[in-house]
């Protein structure tokens, strides 16, 4: 059945983005340049960029006998000022790769490290510390404080480290605001709030402090596809203009295609590792890990 969606999805796709984007989209994927159009020099290519979070040689082991691997000697680091997609069939270990390298779930072996600080082992207190000045967290579920409005939950990460927000900061989230569609929302309660608004404004509180770091988990799952492209494109724009590293789980080869660089994960193990690539190469190659499967 899953084998069916994939193969349906990629006739799907070889006539919409032949139909849609076809010189964009073919710029983008041949390389050469950057998201911006500039043209980028061979030192810039060869340059590599320092690690805003990694993993080594990872294990996480669910059951009393150890009898389910979700994450089996991973390895990957996820490079500053990056786009990364990370996707994988169901059950392939890719929510819990962002939840230990987020440090929201511990690894039952490897070692863990967010920028040059390794968080394996680290205690709560501290590491929440660490996370609400580096990270920013885009879940599916959302996440909102029930009790406060959508201005109130976009401020929320300044509140809680006891930040004043400066002139620019106030710019940026005014500018998120807009682009997110919440301008007349702010008063709202999430409980006053559809679920893809609910989703927009877990995604300006995510953007708000400019993290270095963004975990984004199936962020566009929600979102009508108009505004899907918008979200994707503040990432995007987040990361190319802001320095911002996004990592980002989605099983949806659009998505994914947005992104600088798409790991794809299988049995708990990192199965490939390509630069950006087209959403019909990325079906192609989830319907040949389906089919191994």
């Known amino acids: 059945m899953r084998q069916g969606y994939w193969a349906n999805l990629v006739r799907w796709l070889d006539v919409t ?6 010189e964009e989209h073919a710029a983008a ?5 950057d998201r911006a159009g500039r043209v980028r020099s061979v ?3 060869n340059t590599t960029p320092p690690l805003v979070a990694s993993v080594v040689d990872v294990r996480k082991i669910y059951g009393t006998h150890g009898s389910v691997a ?3 000697g991973v390895s990957l680091g996820i490079r500053s000022g990056e786009f990364t997609a990370i996707m994988g069939p169901s059950g392939s270990g890719k929510s819990t790769l962002m939840h230990v390298m987020a ?7 490897g070692r863990v490290f967010l920028g040059d600080t390794e968080i394996t082992g680290m205690g709560d207190g501290e590491l929440t510390v660490l ?4 990270v920013g967290f885009i879940f599916q579920a959302f996440n909102l404080v029930p009790t406060l409005d959508v201005r109130g939950n976009i401020m929320l990460p300044f509140d809680l480290d006891g930040r004043t927000v400066s002139r620019d900061e106030e710019a940026w989230i005014s500018h998120l605001i807009q682009t997110l569609g919440l301008s007349q929302r702010l008063a709202h309660r999430p409980y006053e709030l559809s679920g893809g608004q609910q989703q927009r404004v877990a995604i300006a509180r995510a953007l708000a402090t400019r993290p270095k770091l963004i975990f984004a988990d199936e962020p566009t799952g929600n979102l009508d596809s108009r505004t899907g492209r918008e979200v994707l494109s503040l990432l995007s724009t987040a990361s ?3 320095g911002q590293s996004i990592a980002m789980v989605t099983h949806d080869p659009i998505a994914a295609s947005h992104a600088d660089r798409v790991v794809f994960l299988a049995d708990g193990k990192v199965v490939a590792d390509r630069p950006r690539t087209s959403a019909a190469e990325i079906a192609n190659l989830m319907l040949s890990m389906e089919t191994a499967a």
Do not use: F, K, N, W
């Open 70 to 72: 979700a994450l089996d």
């Open 240 to 242: 190319s203009q802001y």
């Open 103 to 109: 440090g929201l779930d511990g690894a039952s072996s």
């Open 29 to 33: 994927t041949r390389g050469g340049r």
């Open 43 to 45: 030192e810039d290519m």
């Open 131 to 134: 996370r609400r000045r580096a």
């Open 17 to 22: 983005l032949a139909r849609v984007i076809p």
